[in-house]
């Protein structure tokens, strides 16, 4: 338990200081197009009472909020819900809710949602198949369960991870795609469907403003960067290359659906 509070305690504090520049980075990459696009590929329905688990600045849970009937986001982090209520009020949506709370033990009964989402948060958990466990819990029979995460290819995972953890040090390990299809075994769920997806290129000063290192500097995180792309290996694992000029990464991610009998 003491490791596992320190961890807690390392996330919240990393994603206080990042807070305002990843929602305006998650913000930057939403459009219509991909908010209904997802919204489709997990079968988001009007009747839907949906739980975006680790909300973070409330991105996931408010591009759902038109296709279901209501949304409420956990997050471990208050200043990521003060930005996912200011978010809220700026698109104007009435359909959603925040609460402070823990993966690992959600603050809901068990059945009390019919979709669950799960976004770009279980490489920052020591124990992410205890979160689907949760998530299992609090879904309805015949409900959906969704997790998207970046999932490195396998032989690019170590280096992904070392890279990882040096820009920020609440990152634990990033699953591959085989290692999340596998997490749900044994916890009474169909196997999952997968769908792999890369992401847009991502200028990297973008993702600098999200990073809070304390091993370097953002100037060495930027020359690290700048080399493995001109040097065309990737050997951080984050596809770094030049795009008109710019210094870009894009990650490999997959989604996860598993349907509760």
Not at 231 to 254: H, M, P
């Amino acid at each position: 338990m003491p490791d596992e509070q320190n961890h807690h305690e390392r996330v919240i504090g990393q994603f206080s200081l990042q807070a305002a520049s990843y929602g305006k980075l998650t913000c930057s990459m939403a459009s219509d197009d991909r908010r209904a696009a997802f919204a489709a590929l997990v079968g988001a329905m009007p009747d839907d009472i949906a739980l975006d688990v680790c909300c973070g600045p409330g991105s996931l849970a408010l591009d759902l909020a038109p296709f279901v009937s209501h949304v409420t986001g956990l997050d471990l982090t208050p200043a990521m819900l003060d930005q996912a209520r200011a978010a809220q009020a700026s698109r104007g949506i009435a359909n959603a809710e925040w609460v402070v709370g823990d993966a690992f033990r959600m603050p809901f009964p068990d059945a009390a949602f019919t979709l669950v989402t799960c976004s770009a948060a279980f490489h920052h958990m020591r124990d992410p198949r205890l979160a689907l466990t949760e998530m299992a819990r609090v879904c309805r029979a015949g409900g959906r369960i969704v997790v998207r995460d970046v999932t490195p290819e396998e032989a690019k995972s170590a280096a992904y991870d070392r890279m990882e953890r040096l820009r920020d040090p609440s990152h634990v390990h990033a699953l591959t795609a085989a290692e999340l299809a596998h997490l749900g075994e044994g916890l009474g769920l169909d196997d999952p469907r997968l769908h792999g997806s890369i992401t847009p290129d991502l200028p990297f000063d973008a993702v600098l403003g999200t990073s809070f290192p304390d091993e370097c500097s953002i100037a060495d995180l930027r020359t690290m960067f700048q080399t493995d792309a001109e040097e065309g290996q990737d050997r951080l694992g984050f596809s770094a290359r030049i795009v008109d000029g710019v210094l870009c990464v894009s990650y490999r991610q997959t989604t996860a659906i598993w349907i509760r009998p």
